[in-house]
């Protein structure tokens, strides 16, 4: 019951007071005028008032996007140190041909456009693993991008893999690449959970 809960959180705060680890820095509290984790967690729980419960509320959000991006910060420069890609440069003739289906396209690239596939290829071209989310309304071209990037990589000998959730939208992806990279020579494969075994294994 709800009682019986309140209870036990009551006696794991009591337990844990005065032992639940700040992590966040003390600048960091000050410049965003948060309250301490003590005073959270406990009012998170416990509330006297509505104004406490939107401090501690604030508080734990605040926590919680801190740490994912701080990981994430980590994580990025761990693999930055690591070198683990390899990098992808086009000789003349790949840089020729790229510049050749791009031209065929039945539309032209927007400057954000070509903007962002302009830093997509140069990061392809580093030692370290790519990093990057490509951000867009509908219709705004992020597939077009996303299949420019993918030619660079073939390209230069790798392979480019483009997942999506269902197999409905992996038919669908699948058809515009076909039509959009058409020019280059290149055939993208279809590969779904229906997929047989035999079929799977060549695409693979």
């Known amino acids: 019951t709800q009682g ?19 992590p966040l820095p003390d600048w960091v509290r000050r410049n965003y005028r948060l309250c301490a984790v003590e005073f959270a967690y406990s009012r998170i729980h416990q509330p006297e008032n509505e104004q406490d419960l939107m401090i501690a509320r604030q ?24 070198g683990a890609a390899i990098p992808l440069k086009l000789d003349a003739a790949g840089e020729a041909l790229f ?13 954000a456009q070509q903007l962002s596939l302009l830093e997509i290829r140069q990061d392809l071209m580093q030692s370290q693993p790519m990093n990057r989310w490509l951000q867009g309304d509908v219709g705004s071209g992020k597939t077009v991008v996303a299949a420019l990037a993918m ?4 390209l230069c000998g790798a392979q480019a893999v483009l997942m ?5 939208l992996a038919e669908q992806h699948h058809r515009t690449l076909t ?3 058409s020019p280059s ?3 993208p494969r279809l590969l779904t959970g229906a997929t047989r075994p035999a079929e799977r294994r060549e695409i693979l």
């Open 185 to 187: 020579g290149l055939t």
């Open 179 to 181: 039509r959009l990279l």
């Open 151 to 154: 030619l660079h990589c073939v």
């Open 99 to 111: 510049s050749s289906v791009v031209k065929t396209l039945p539309f032209s690239l927007t400057k």
């Open 59 to 82: 508080r734990i959000a605040f926590e919680e996007l801190f740490l994912l991006r701080t990981g994430l910060w980590l994580v990025r420069q761990q693999r930055k140190k690591a």
């Open 4 to 22: 019986t809960l309140r209870r036990f959180i009551k006696t794991a705060l009591h337990q844990l007071s005065g032992s639940i680890p700040e």
């Open 164 to 168: 999506a959730p269902t197999s409905i």
